[in-house]
């Protein structure tokens, strides 16, 4: 099944305001509590935006969020909330999908201004990579040892790499090639922390083939973006970026994927299941993979960046490997730069907001690894997972 915004939708609508806190390996915040980063960033995007909080009348989140949007109401002294909205489940995949229901809200007439927003401290609440039974899918997957995300994506990969020939150096190139372009950004958790090939196949082991730097940050931070319509972001300072299109799906049989079952159907197995959303996302943007200049992709593991990119269709299946093996993704001159501020790798893991704001970044040309004449941006959400969404951005 796959629910899509009508064009019509996409094309009337924006977002013109982002915002950040400081983002921290976990336990690195002890001083701020998540709600009180969660208003930082909120704060944040309406600065950005040029707009007063006041002036925010909708809210969307995702990933079991934990800020009630009534709680920030009353702490922004927000006059009257007129929408909230919760993405159901799907963890990090339902990132995209936030987004696009604040571009529904908007377009509707239901609120004026709708904030996205996301704020995860990894060091006051649990860690999502812990080992431990997980409490979704955890009473099925316990017996069988599969008690974290990394081992449970870890099956599908080690499959495409049965398949296909894929290798563990091809996954290192992924985490190399973020981590340079983490190396630019004040932000990243990662900066002055440069990594090599010989550094990654060194790492510890993690989940087999997973070793450490194949698996992304555990994050301390919120992030913010601001939807609303073109009609009022003309009486804004500052430019807008058009939301293209966005969609949400999933593969037939998928049900929650690695993430809880494991039960897809073989053919699609070593996949991230995104092909049914690519093909809604590209036809409701009339655009093709070929059209796209820069991409966000979900990199919660490095084997989930190669096969996104044959999802995805910028290359055939089982060629993943290969394409990142020639570069394909490095800034300058890769021909699709990924995740340009590092990435949930090397810059934060926010479940992939802060992937939505370095593609406003690359649309507005404030970047710090700019794409040249940018003027599309895919943004992808979700891993492996039984529930993906995702985004295509305009200059």
């Known amino acids: 099944m796959a629910v899509t915004v009508e064009r019509s939708i996409a094309d009337k609508t924006c977002i013109v305001g982002v915002g950040e806190t400081e983002y921290a390996r976990h336990g690195g915040i002890a001083d701020k509590s998540e709600f009180r980063l969660c208003l930082e960033a909120i704060l944040k995007a309406a600065a950005d935006a040029g707009i007063r909080p006041d002036e925010i009348d909708g809210f969307a989140s995702f990933g079991y969020e934990r800020p009630e949007p009534v709680l920030i109401q009353a702490a922004l002294g927000i006059p009257e909330m007129r929408f909230s909205n919760m993405v159901w489940g799907a963890g990090g995949g339902g990132c995209a999908a936030a987004v696009m229901n604040a571009a529904i809200a908007v377009h509707a007439g239901l609120c004026r201004y709708a ?146 079952s494991h039960n897809m159907p073989i053919e699609d197995y070593a996949s991230v299941n995104s092909r049914v959303l690519a093909g809604h996302l590209f036809a409701m943007a009339g655009l093709g993979p070929a059209d796209i200049d820069v991409a966000q992709i979900y990199d919660a593991f490095t084997g989930i960046v190669v096969m996104a990119l044959e999802d995805f269709g910028f290359c055939g299946r089982g060629e993943g490997g290969p394409f990142v093996a020639e570069g394909r993704l490095a800034w300058p001159d890769g021909g699709l730069p990924v995740n340009t501020a590092g990435g949930l790798l090397s810059e934060a893991y926010l479940h992939g907001l802060n992937l939505v704001i370095e593609g406003v970044r690359q649309m507005r040309g404030t970047s710090t690894a700019q794409v040249a004449d940018a003027r599309t941006c895919l943004v992808t959400s979700g891993g492996a997972s039984g529930h993906k969404s995702a985004l295509i951005l305009g200059h």
């Open 115 to 260: 904030c996205v927003y996301r704020s995860l401290c990894q060091g006051q609440y649990e860690r999502y990579g812990h080992y431990r039974p997980r409490p979704r899918g955890g009473p099925h997957m316990a017996p069988f040892g599969l008690m974290s995300p990394a081992q449970m994506v870890a099956l599908t990969t080690r499959r495409h790499m049965h398949l296909y020939g894929t290798t563990t150096e091809q996954f290192g190139i992924v985490a190399v090639t973020l981590r340079a372009h983490a190396q630019r950004n004040p932000r990243a958790v990662m900066r002055g922390k440069p990594l090599t090939l010989v550094e990654h196949a060194r790492a510890r082991m993690i989940a087999d083939p997973f070793r450490l730097y194949d698996c992304c940050l555990e994050t301390d931070g919120a992030c913010a973006v601001i939807v609303t319509t073109p009609e009022r972001a003309r009486d804004l300072r500052i430019r807008p970026v058009r939301i293209l299109a966005a969609a949400q799906a999933s593969n037939p049989g998928w049900g929650l994927g690695p993430m809880g």
